[in-house]
């Protein structure tokens, strides 16, 4: 069992910084490879970044490429997303999630097999 909680949403001018994180309860973290996901107002969610289980290797959405750093520490039990240069269009309410496969990186919510509640990130132009 891996339950997630998310935490650091908020509003924020655009232009602005936000730093999200995703605390894990349970003993196979550092087992599963880490998902952001977001889903804006009437529209499907989405997949923002990944992150390898050993924190080696990345993906990013082209949408968030260069802006956005994910990052995590397996002692702590931590996952981050880094959100710099936010825009209006990053408004959305940000979830992490646990993928259930150990292989690359998937980016398919279907994939996942744990999910935190969200935390809402809104972006003001």
């Known amino acids: 069992q891996l339950q997630l909680a998310e935490s650091g949403g908020g509003l924020v001018q655009a232009g602005g910084s936000l730093r999200l994180s995703c605390t894990a309860s349970?003993?196979?973290?550092?087992?599963?490879?880490m998902v952001w996901f977001r889903q804006a107002p009437g529209k499907e969610r989405e997949f923002v970044a990944g992150i390898r289980h050993s924190g080696q290797g990345t993906l990013y959405a082209d949408s968030v490429k260069g802006r956005f750093t994910i990052s995590r520490d397996n002692a702590k039990n931590t996952l981050w997303l880094q959100m710099n240069t936010l825009k209006p269009d990053d408004t959305a309410v940000y979830y992490c999630?646990?993928?259930?496969?150990?292989?690359?990186?998937?980016?398919?919510?279907?994939?996942?097999?744990?999910w935190g509640k969200g935390t809402l990130v809104t972006v003001s132009s």
């Open positions: 349970g003993r196979t973290f550092s087992l599963r490879n």
């Open positions: 999630a646990g993928d259930r496969s150990t292989m690359g990186l998937n980016t398919n919510p279907n994939a996942m097999d744990y």
